[in-house]
């Protein structure tokens, strides 16, 4: 069963960077998209990056331009360095992988702990 392992949150003031890293416990690079999610408190679980094995991203509105995700397919793990950080990316990021980009429906049902960031003055 493929795990994923979250690491590198924390609490920043608004404007401030952070750079979230995600083990994959197998070499799933060439089958599936990797992708990050997050779930604030009372939300729903929502897509925050999206990147294929050759590099074409997907991003919502809500980070682009401020997000930006990378993969390191020899090492298992996948990246996401935030920028201009907001009080609503408040949330706890998770990684998965899907199977098409523009869809990002997480494949697996077996969820990593997560990792809390917390964007606050």
């Known amino acids: 069963q493929v795990q994923f392992v979250e690491s590198g949150g924390g609490s920043v003031q608004p404007g401030g960077s952070l750079r979230l890293s995600c083990v994959v416990s197998a070499d799933i690079s060439e089958s599936y998209v990797m992708g990050w999610y997050r779930q604030g408190s009372g939300k729903q679980r929502e897509l925050v990056a999206g990147?294929?094995?050759?590099?074409?991203?997907n991003y919502p509105d809500s980070v682009q331009g401020r997000f930006t995700i990378s993969r390191d397919n020899a090492n298992n793990t996948m990246y996401l360095q935030m920028n201009s950080l907001k009080p609503e990316d408040t949330a706890v990021y998770y990684c998965?992988?899907?199977?098409?980009?523009?869809?990002?429906?997480?494949?697996?049902?077996?969820w990593g702990q997560g990792t809390q960031v917390t964007v606050s003055s």
């Open positions: 990147i294929t094995n050759g590099g074409s991203t």
């Open positions: 998965n992988a899907a199977r098409n980009i523009w869809t990002m429906s997480p494949n697996f049902s077996s």
